[in-house]
C-alpha cells in the first residue's frame, strides 16, 4: 500500500498565492489534545512549499469496560516540508523530509500479552523519512518515465534498558508507461524496476544477548503490465521477477528468486454492468528482524522458502443513478 502527501498546490484555490490551516482536538477516552498546522504557498508559476506540524499528547487510555489501559499514555510529534516542482516544462520534481516522534512508556510487545519479555519500559521512536520523485512526460505516447528514491530510518532508544536499534530501509522504483494500438488492440503498457536495501542494528546489546547483532536484505524486482481494451473487452496481463537475499548473520543466509504471473479479463456488458475475472500471484523473501528482537539469538531453517500467494477472484460491479455495487462471487488466497 502506498500514500502520498498533498502538494501545496493541491491546498491553494485558483488565484491564490498563500495559505494556512490550523486544527485542534481533544480525546476524552484517553484525555488527548492534539493540534497541527500547515502552512503552503506557490512561488512563480511551478514551485510549491508545503510545511506541516502535529502534536499530541495523551494519558492512558479508557477502555469500552471503564478501566484504564495501562501503558498507553504518550507523546507523539510529526514535521513535514515538501516542495513540490509541478508542470515546469515536461517535468514534475516532488522532494519531502518527514520526521515523527513518540514517547511513552509502553509494554515492550502491546500486541503480544504472553510474550516472555512483556513489561513496561520507557521508550523513544523517531522515524525519519526522505523522499525524491521525478516524473519525465513529454508529448509522446512511448514515454512518460518515473523515479522514485527515499530512504526510511526507524529508531528505538529504550532508555532504562539502555538498548538502542535502529532500522534503515533505502530504495527506489524506474518505471515507464506506454500507449500504443495493435490493430484494434489499445495498450496501456508499464515496465519498470525496483529495489530495497534494508538493514537493522543493534547498537548497544551486550554480547550475551546473542551474536546476531545486523541483518540486512535487498530485493531487486522487474515487472512488466499490459492494459489491453478491443471494444468492451478488457485484458490485463503481466509478470514481475524477484531476486532476493537476506542476512542473518552467524545464523546464515536466505536467497533465491521466483517469476509472479497474472492475468485479469473484463466485460462491460451494459452501460451498467462490469463482469471481471483474475488470477495473480505475489512473493517475497525473508526481511530483517523487528528493531525490538535484533540482537537476540535466531536460528534459520535450512529450508525456508519464501512467502507464496496465489488468489483467484470472479465478479461483477454495477452501477445505477448515484448507487455503485462490487460484488466478488469467489476469492481464493
Given at each position: 500500500m502506498r500514500f502520498e502527501t498533498k502538494d501545496a498546490q493541491d491546498m491553494l484555490h485558483p488565484g491564490q498565492d498563500t495559505g494556512a490551516r490550523f486544527a485542534a482536538g481533544h480525546e476524552s477516552a484517553a484525555n488527548a489534545t492534539s493540534g497541527s498546522s500547515a502552512v503552503y504557498g506557490r512561488l512563480g508559476e511551478s514551485l510549491g512549499i508545503l510545511a506541516y506540524i502535529k502534536g499530541r499528547n495523551s494519558d492512558d487510555y479508557r477502555h469500552g469496560g471503564g478501566d484504564l489501559q495501562p501503558?498507553?499514555?504518550?507523546?507523539?510529534?510529526?514535521?513535514?516540508?515538501?516542495?513540490?516542482?509541478?508542470?515546469?516544462?515536461?517535468?514534475?520534481?516532488?522532494?519531502?523530509?518527514?520526521?515523527?516522534?513518540?514517547?511513552?512508556?509502553?509494554?515492550?510487545?502491546?500486541?503480544?500479552?504472553?510474550?516472555?519479555?512483556?513489561?513496561?519500559?520507557?521508550?523513544?521512536?523517531d522515524r525519519e523519512t526522505f523522499s525524491f520523485q521525478h516524473r519525465w512526460a513529454p508529448d509522446s505516447d512511448w514515454i512518460e518515465l518515473t523515479t522514485k528514491l527515499y530512504q526510511n530510518t526507524l529508531d528505538l532508544d529504550r532508555i532504562e534498558s539502555q538498548t538502542f536499534s535502529r532500522s534503515r530501509n533505502t530504495g527506489g522504483d524506474i518505471r515507464n508507461r506506454m500507449r500504443f494500438n495493435t490493430g484494434a488492440l489499445q495498450h496501456d503498457l508499464t515496465t519498470g524496476i525496483d529495489m530495497f536495501e534494508q538493514k537493522t542494528d543493534n547498537i548497544d546489546y551486550d554480547e550475551a544477548n546473542g551474536p546476531n547483532n545486523q541483518d540486512k536484505a535487498r530485493n531487486i524486482g522487474v515487472f512488466l503490465q499490459d492494459r489491453m481494451t478491443v471494444g468492451d473487452l478488457g485484458i490485463a496481463w503481466g509478470a514481475r521477477f524477484d531476486d532476493y537475499h537476506t542476512d542473518y548473520g552467524q545464523a546464515g543466509e536466505v536467497d533465491g528468486s521466483d517469476v509472479s504471473p497474472n492475468l485479469q479479463l473484463s466485460y462491460q456488458a451494459t452501460d451498467n454492468l462490469r463482469l471481471h475475472a483474475g488470477y495473480g500471484e505475489a512473493v517475497r523473501g525473508a526481511k530483517t528482524r523487528e528493531v525490538l528482537l535484533i540482537g537476540g539469538a535466531v536460528e534459520v531453517d535450512k529450508n525456508l522458502k519464501p512467502e507464496h500467494a496465489k488468489q483467484a477472484e470472479i465478479g461483477m460491479d454495477w452501477q445505477g443513478y448515484g448507487f455503485w455495487l462490487s460484488k466478488i462471487h469467489s476469492t481464493s488466497p
Open positions: 501503558a498507553t499514555a504518550s507523546q507523539q510529534r510529526s514535521y513535514l516540508i515538501k516542495l513540490s516542482l509541478l508542470e515546469h516544462g515536461d517535468h514534475d520534481v516532488r522532494v519531502s523530509a518527514e520526521r515523527r516522534t513518540d514517547q511513552g512508556d509502553y509494554f515492550i510487545r502491546a500486541h503480544m500479552p504472553y510474550f516472555g519479555r512483556q513489561s513496561q519500559s520507557y521508550q523513544e521512536t
